[in-house]
């Protein structure tokens, strides 16, 4: 295959197939709606600290993990920004990876 390109050519040679995988993960309205860093609990009880207790705390979500059935972790999913987990409504995550 060439690709012509003003008055230089440019010619390529395709050595390996990439697969690429698609992973749909739902999370479901009132699920994963508790943060899991260890800074939101007191250090002395451990309960919830107040600003954590309200009704408008609500979790984002900054990295999704894939596991096997061993419970191995395979793949780790990194946003390039927080999303919003909605207490309402399901979130849906498409998570695209080459093999």
Known sequence: MAIQVGPNQLSLRNKYTIYEN???CTITAGQYNMSQNPTITTNS???LRDFATG???QPYTTTVGLYNDSNE???VGKFAQPIKISKDTDTTFVIRYDQ
């Open 22 to 24: 698609e992973i749909v």
């Open 45 to 47: 009880s451990g309960s």
């Open 55 to 57: 009704s408008n705390f």
């Open 73 to 75: 972790l395979l793949l």
